[in-house]
């Protein structure tokens, strides 16, 4: 059986998927594709149930539930970290009055941001070229996903806001999610906990393997060196990745819900895990 497991070219889920990838953990007669593309372009193709099993933003998980569950795992929380809205040095101190960078109407950066500042105004561009539109000023400022996070600094940007930590602050430390791991409801309940199952030892062994889980990773790191490749894993690929726990699983009930309490989802959202 053929299944086609999609998620970002970044070395975060690149580690995440090592150990299958490369034969470490036996695919159990299944044929897997790894397919990689952008997140939101991942988003989008999740409406049309393109992808046996895929990454997706959370924002985008509420408008997924009649076609996806949730995976028990593979989850991407920033722990008082995440998100981060970037300007230029001599740049705005606030997000009053200027437009913003965004990487997807889909992605939850959007979404917190959203609950951040529900009358932002944006424009989406591709999230590997918002750094260099900041710079140009063609934008005042740009929200950053994956390794922007750790190089905006060395790149003469400064912060605005960390949507993680005004997360933290607002919920009482819990972590912002971002993405999870999601398998079409159609392939069955068999076939759902078998996948399953490859996936979280997948994980396991990259994080019982780490440093040969790292060094494949750093092909995805966009120029980030072997430390920060590691570091940025660190961030979004640990325990909560492995299994959300009760404390994961209240985060993303609680994100959902307070978007939908704000008016920026349709309805609220029934969470559901696969077993």
Same mark, same amino acid.
């Given at each position: 059986m053929k299944i086609?497991?999609?998620h970002s070219p970044d070395s975060d889920d690149a580690f995440m998927f090592y150990a299958l990838a490369s034969g470490k953990v036996?695919?159990?007669?299944?044929?897997?594709?790894h397919v990689l593309a952008d997140i939101e372009t991942l988003n989008r193709a999740a409406f049309d149930g393109k992808y046996e099993v895929?990454?997706?933003?959370?924002?985008?998980?509420?408008?997924?539930?009649?076609?996806?569950?949730?995976?028990?795992?593979?989850?991407s929380m920033g722990e008082r970290y995440g998100?981060?809205?970037v300007a230029k040095?001599?740049?705005?101190?606030?997000?009053?009055?200027?437009?913003?960078?965004?990487?997807? @109407?889909?992605?939850?950066?959007?979404?917190?941001?959203?609950l951040y500042d529900p009358d932002v105004e944006y424009v989406v561009m591709p999230f590997d070229r918002i750094q260099e539109r900041v710079h140009s000023g063609e934008v005042a400022a740009g929200?950053?996903?994956?390794?922007?996070?750790?190089?905006?600094?060395?790149?003469?940007?400064?912060?605005?806001?960390?949507?993680?930590? %005004? %997360?933290? @602050?607002?919920?009482?430390?819990?972590?912002?999610?971002?993405?999870?791991?999601?398998?079409?409801?159609?392939?069955?309940?068999?076939?759902?906990?078998?996948?399953?199952?490859?996936?979280?030892?997948?994980i396991a062994y990259g994080l019982d393997h780490r440093q040969e889980a790292v060094d494949y990773s750093m092909q995805f790191g966009r120029g980030?060196?072997?430390?920060?490749?590691?570091?940025?894993?660190?961030?979004?690929?640990?325990?909560?990745?492995?299994?959300?726990?009760?404390?994961?699983?209240?985060a993303v009930h609680r994100l959902l819900d307070d978007a939908r309490a704000a008016g920026l989802l349709p309805k609220r959202v029934q969470v559901e895990f696969a077993a």
């Open positions: 086609r497991i999609a036996p695919s159990n007669g299944f044929d897997l594709e895929t990454a997706v933003s959370f924002h985008a998980y509420a408008h997924l539930t009649d076609r996806y569950i949730l995976l028990p795992h593979g989850a998100p981060v809205v040095t001599d740049g705005p101190t606030s997000l009053k009055g200027i437009r913003v960078a965004i990487p997807g @109407e889909l992605t939850t950066a959007f979404l917190a941001l959203r929200l950053l996903i994956h390794e922007g996070q750790l190089t905006y600094e060395d790149e003469g940007l400064r912060k605005i806001v960390d949507l993680g930590e %005004w %997360w933290a @602050e607002r919920t009482g430390g819990l972590p912002l999610p971002l993405g999870g791991n999601v398998i079409r409801r159609d392939l069955g309940a068999a076939t759902i906990g078998t996948l399953s199952r490859l996936l979280h030892e997948s980030l060196d072997r430390e920060r490749t590691d570091r940025f894993v660190g961030m979004y690929v640990n325990t909560l990745t492995l299994d959300y726990g009760e404390r994961g699983r209240t």
